[in-house]
């Protein structure tokens, strides 16, 4: 059986525009027949395998995923004192153990571009340390690297990010690495128009002699909302990714709930400075086959009902209501749960992750 641990979030963000899509536009969905703000999980997934408290809380544990590690080990074995020409050749053979390469840009004369990986590869600390080992080894002994030497791909490692959200490498798939943790996208629980602002930059040493106008004009589009956020996570898979390391899944736990309660994507924050936090957080956990409670603002919550309650006492209201009537009919849908509830106060975010770490 399979240990599941669901979260539900709850989030306002004032005028923002945190996940944009190709026009520069906040990203939307319609659902339910409505039009939401969206944040997209990858958007999300970033913003917290990136944020300072992730990072912090698993230093030492955490992968590197880029297309251009090719150009770190040429910069780094030429740091060493082999020719550029041994250093090219021998980055190459390193970074194409991870996918395949692009090809010379022979218009630019010196490009590194052939030492880039078609797609973006996910390094694991083990291997990034198996590399810093060839690298020495080569700068003492120069001289091409053999087949043993290139063998550099683990299947076991550490990487805590690689074991939450996966791996896929076309070219060699017995690395590859099943996410431990679902995200799905976040929308708003209420329909929402995205709005348009019209701004205006002044040039400081125009004094308006000759001309008043503005030294910009510029666009922008935002909007606001609930965001409702579901994150769903497998234990017992995130364990296994991470060799059965008991301590580290329990710390890799609390450090992804903590982070995404407490951290949003960083899109146009100079401009909104739209930083918040959960502020409903619903996590179960149990054995029983997970399941979102997205159904309940299908129809949207309304913005208030003239008894003094808000939109986020409606959408706490309804989403219980929801979860109460889903366990009435399928029977208990997880074991146990902690809910977090800034709006009364109730429970605490020390209380939460200790219950997803029990």
């Known amino acids: 059986m399979t240990t599941f641990i669901q979260l539900h979030m709850l989030t306002f963000y004032p005028p923002s525009n945190l996940n944009r899509d190709e026009l520069g536009r906040p990203k939307t969905a319609v659902v339910g027949g409505s039009t939401r703000l969206r944040i997209s999980s990858q958007s999300l997934k970033r913003a917290w395998r990136t944020a300072d408290l992730f990072r912090a809380a698993l230093d030492g544990n955490l992968g590197?995923?880029?297309?251009?590690?090719?150009?770190?080990?040429?910069?780094?074995?030429?740091?060493?004192?082999?020719?550029?020409?041994?250093?090219k050749s021998w980055a190459k053979?390193?970074?194409?153990?991870?996918?395949?390469?692009?090809?010379?840009?022979?218009?630019?004369?010196?490009?590194?571009?052939?030492?880039?990986?078609?797609?973006?590869?996910?390094?694991?600390?083990?291997?990034?340390?198996?590399?810093?080992?060839?690298?020495?080894?080569l700068a003492t002994d120069p001289r091409e690297p053999n087949a043993e030497e290139l063998d550099l791909l683990r299947e076991k490692h550490s990487a805590v990010d690689i074991a939450m959200f996966g791996r896929m490498l076309a070219n060699k798939p017995r690395y590859n690495m099943e996410a431990a943790v679902q995200v799905a996208h976040a929308f708003t629980v209420h329909e929402v128009a995205v709005e348009e602002d019209y701004f205006t930059a002044v040039d400081d040493l125009n004094k308006g002699d000759e001309d008043r106008g503005a030294g910009h004009l510029g666009e922008t589009e935002f909007g606001s909302g609930l965001f409702y956020g579901y994150v769903c996570i497998n234990r017992d898979l995130l364990k296994i990714n991470?060799?059965?390391?008991?301590?580290?899944?329990?710390?890799?736990?609390?450090?992804?709930?903590?982070?995404?309660?407490?951290?949003?994507?960083?899109?146009?924050?100079?401009?909104?400075?739209?930083?918040?936090?959960?502020n409903y957080i619903l996590a179960e956990k149990g054995l029983q086959q997970p399941r979102s409670l997205a159904l309940t603002f299908a129809n949207g919550v309304a913005a208030g009902n003239g008894k003094g309650t808000g939109i986020l006492e409606n959408a706490v209201a309804a989403l219980e209501d929801k979860r109460k009537k889903m366990d009435a009919v399928y029977g208990a849908c997880a074991d146990a749960h902690c809910i977090v509830n800034v709006e009364n106060g109730e429970g605490t975010l020390t209380a939460l992750l200790n219950f997803i770490a029990e």
Do not use: W
């Not at 030429?78 to 020719?83: A, Y």
């Not at 022979?106 to 340390?129: R, W």
């Open 242 to 278: 991470l060799n059965g390391d008991e301590a580290l899944a329990l710390k890799s736990l609390r450090a992804l709930v903590e982070t995404a309660s407490k951290v949003g994507p960083r899109g146009k924050q100079n401009s909104f400075a739209s930083h918040a936090r959960a």
């Open 93 to 137: 053979q390193i970074a194409g153990v991870f996918g395949k390469l692009k090809g010379e840009d022979k218009e630019k004369k010196g490009s590194l571009q052939d030492l880039e990986i078609e797609q973006l590869a996910h390094f694991s600390p083990e291997e990034m340390h198996a590399i810093d080992a060839l690298i020495e080894c």
């Open 64 to 87: 590197k995923r880029t297309k251009e590690y090719g150009h770190e080990v040429y910069r780094k074995l030429v740091g060493k004192g082999v020719s550029e020409k041994n250093a």
